[in-house]
């Protein structure tokens, strides 16, 4: 499985961002989401949303919750960060993950979000 990602950039803080993320295909993915990375921090998630199912259950990080949105397009292959209110602390490289059925992991390229003023 191969990850698009697009999205990202320089931002202010309290402005937002979308960061998209695409799957080549659906087959036996259980999970899409976001993880991110900071300077001298460890790779930790963000959001992820189940993808098989609709409806499925969404897991936030503490700091995302009720600023993050994941949502699924309805092809079910492209998941979408929409990102608000945005604070310097949200700057990292944020990298699109995919879990499958049978205990894969799928990595897409990260992609720079910058929240300065």
Do not use: H
């Not at 993880?35 to 936030?60: F, H, M, W």
């Not at 602390?89 to 499958?100: F, G, I, L, M, R």
Request: one cysteine or more.
């Amino acid at each position: 499985v191969q990850l698009q990602a697009s999205g990202g950039g320089l931002v202010r803080p309290g402005e937002s961002l979308r960061l998209s993320c695409s799957a080549s295909r659906q087959f036996n993915l259980k999970t899409m989401g976001w993880y991110r990375q900071a300077p001298g921090k460890e790779r930790e998630l963000v959001a992820s949303t189940r993808v098989d199912i609709s409806g499925g259950s969404k897991n936030y990080a503490d700091s995302a919750k009720g600023r993050f949105t994941i949502s699924r397009n309805n092809g079910r292959n492209t998941v979408i960060l929409q990102m608000n209110s945005l604070e310097p602390e949200d700057t990292a490289v944020y990298y699109c993950n995919a879990q499958s059925f049978t205990g894969e992991e799928y990595w897409g390229k990260g992609t720079l979000v910058t929240v300065s003023s």
